[in-house]
């Protein structure tokens, strides 16, 4: 199993991102899969996560109605896409499947 986070980066509070996640070594679309992230100093916690088949997203309270979860199973990857960005964002972002995540990769939100 290889997952490989791209796409974060410095933001103002206020913007977007799009997070993304190459997936390979397995069977992509038959698992169902997360996006979790972790704050500075603080402990892992779940962002959002889609069924095998994509029909199916949900999302976190935190972060909920500004947060959009999506996968193409034909590339073998997996989006997050992020709107109105708080400085409560600010994390390094995973892909996870199965408790196995990537190296993520670093939003931070800030004026």
């Known amino acids: 199993v290889q997952l490989v986070e791209s796409g974060g980066g410095l933001v103002q509070p206020g913007g977007s991102l799009r997070l993304s996640c190459t997936a390979s070594g397995f069977a992509f679309s038959e698992y169902y899969m997360n996006w979790v992230r972790q704050p500075p100093g603080k402990g892992l916690e779940w962002v959002a996560g889609?069924?095998?088949?994509?029909?199916?997203?949900r999302d976190a309270g935190s972060v909920e109605g500004r947060v959009t979860i999506s996968r193409d199973n034909t590339k073998h990857m997996l989006y997050l896409e992020m709107d109105d960005l708080k400085p409560e964002d600010t994390a390094t972002y995973y892909c996870e499947k199965d408790g196995v995540r990537g190296q993520g990769t670093q939003v931070t939100v800030s004026s």
């Open positions: 889609i069924t095998s088949g994509g029909g199916f997203a």
